[in-house]
């Protein structure tokens, strides 16, 4: 078997390979896509709806052009034996017109014409018809005769038909198009002329009015994730219980009672795609604000009108400072990519707090843990075990767009057995070695993450962003959070391509992990825990001199500067002024960056959870990775 053979047996039967190496040409593809599509997204809604209204006329014009309908040349896709047949029946005529033709030279004349588009077929047969007119009969003016020739050879009108592969009645309309208009191309009677059953501009409005009113009702509005391609409107979300067909029965249903003319189901969703596509059908994995939930629910139950106003002003106002808080974000990425584009390359080899950037934003979180072995494939078994967990943790710089993927591995955290992932002593080591290996060396910076106390708002990870001040990492660090359920961010968008990729791959071991984040994107870059990575106990090292900070679960905003060594601004909004509160608890102490906390014993694997890799797991790993992923338990 040669290697093409082996090639086609592996595509056919094992994964396919995934591609992820991008061309030149695809980011050109993209750039021209998005130039294209840029006055659309920032079209209003009445814009689009007339634009809609322009087409649906200009389609019902063209599914009318179509005279010839019984152009048997046209549409009947005649094979090559099939015009051999007809050859051998002949044309029917005294004269043998076929006879006078190879037969290979007939099929290649009708597979030419079959080349050429409608208009210049037309003006073909049109050349053949002025050139050989015999001119108006003299006692008749309502008829004309034509001779029918091919290769300046006379034939019947039966072989002419055949060798220019088309219909009789079509022959007989270009006739006479040619005898009224003279030598031009055809168009179609009604072109240009609005069909009666066209859509107008006001029953498309009805349907986006209805679309838009059920979302207000029915929706829940979000603040937009960071993207390019945004549209001006504030997404909603629909119940992931609710179908676009059940609502069509619902807009059917009005239509009926209000005696208006209702659009069928296709046409429906072609209007709520290009006239509202800010509003979507949540999926069941769609990760929401709870509080808009509980206000959406309190919306929806109000009786009166006073309850109802009420609970929809305590909505739009939670959803304003949501989408404030969002904008901070968004204008953080953006300066950071300015300030960036500026100095041009990435700055290397700079020690803190030596480089003269100011705006460099990081943001930094765990994703949903995974799993090894995992296979595109995955076998049912295997659902019903507890394979080997890796923890993901993601430290994202937008400024230069690169993401720094932690793996975890179980027998590297903290905690035996793969506990005590996801506590300030991981958080603060992870991030700490992000910041010291992978920063620019800035002045200052920026940082957002989620509002999760345990991981990122507490006293600890405050506490250790003072001691960079106070140490001279750092002159500055701006750390904010946005609203809970609403921290869609650019990590986000890292995590996402690894798991993109994740569920096409075979992961039987850490590497094989390693090499799907690393593949998944431009800027994804993978870094193992292995045992030459050190953990530190920051909780006990920060606890001696930081305090806790009072009532921080209510701030979102909190900013440390090397002019007030100790002291944490902090705000709820971003727009509220600031408040200094003090963590540091002897302003007389002495701070290095050279002395680090103590190092953490990492907890490994117990004898029980080897034994039981190696017992339920070993036998779903493929060999390669079977003593790595699995090994042999320890012999007591």
Known sequence: ????????????????????????????????????????????????????????????????????????????????????????????????????????????????????????????????????????????????????????????????????????????????????????PRSHGNKGRKPNHALKFDDIKKVVNFILRYGEENGLPLPAVPHANDFPETPILLPASTTKTDIHSIYKTACEESHGRAVELSTFKGIWLTCTPHIKIASPRSDVCSKCEKLRCKVTAAVTEEEKSRALDEFKCHIEVSKSEHMVYRTSVHAARIEQEKFGQRPLGYPPSSFPLYNVHYTFDFAQQLTIPHHSRQEGPLYFT???????????????????????????????????????????????????????GEMSCKMHCDNCAGQNKNRYVLAYLAWRVLTGLHREITLSMQIPGHTKCLVDAGFSYIKKLYRWADNDSLQDLANVVQKSARGNNAIVVNDGFCWYDWKTFLSTDFSPLSGIRKYHHFRLSAMQPGVVFVKEKYTDPEKAINI??????????????????????????????????????????????????DEE
């Not at 932690?406 to 991030?431: A, C, F, R, W």
């Not at 680090?596 to 004898?607: C, D, N, R, V, Y």
């Not at 080897?610 to 090994?631: E, G, M, S």
């Open 1 to 184: 078997m040669d290697l093409q053979e082996l090639d086609e047996v592996n595509l056919d039967f094992f994964s396919r390979a995934i591609n992820t190496v991008e061309s030149d040409d695809d980011y050109d593809d993209d750039d021209n896509e998005n130039n294209d599509n840029e006055h659309v997204m920032n079209e209003t809604e009445e814009e689009r709806v007339y634009r809609l209204s322009q087409s649906f006329e200009f389609s019902q014009n063209n599914d009318q052009d179509g005279d010839d309908n019984d152009d048997n040349g046209d549409e009947e896709e005649d094979s090559i034996r099939t015009i051999k047949e007809k050859v051998n029946r002949g044309c029917g005529c005294h004269f043998k017109c076929y006879e006078k033709f190879q037969i290979k030279e007939i099929i290649d004349h009708i597979f030419t014409m079959r080349e050429l588009n409608k208009d210049e077929k037309e003006m073909y047969i049109m050349g053949k018809l002025k050139s050989k007119s015999t001119g108006y009969d003299l006692i008749d003016k309502k008829r004309r005769r034509y001779m029918y020739n091919y290769d300046d050879r006379e034939i019947c009108k039966h072989a002419f038909l055949l060798i220019h592969d088309i219909g009789e009645k079509r022959l007989k309309n270009i006739a006479h198009h040619l005898k009224q208009n003279g030598p031009i």
């Open 386 to 440: 507890s394979p080997r967990k890796v923890q993901l943790f993601g430290v994202c710089i937008e400024g230069c767009r690169e993401q720094y993927n932690y793996l975890v591995d179980e027998d590297q955290t903290i905690g035996k057995d793969g506990t005590s992932t996801h506590g300030p002593n991981t958080v603060i080591t992870l991030l700490h070695h992000a910041l010291q290996s992978y920063g620019f």
């Open 584 to 633: 540091l608890r002897n302003e007389d102490a002495i701070f290095s960056a050279a002395n680090l906390p103590p190092i953490l014993e990492k907890g490994g694997l117990s004898a029980e959870r080897k034994l039981y890799l190696f017992n339920q797991i070993r036998p779903y790993v493929q060999d390669h990775a079977k003593d790595l992923t699995c090994p042999p338990p």
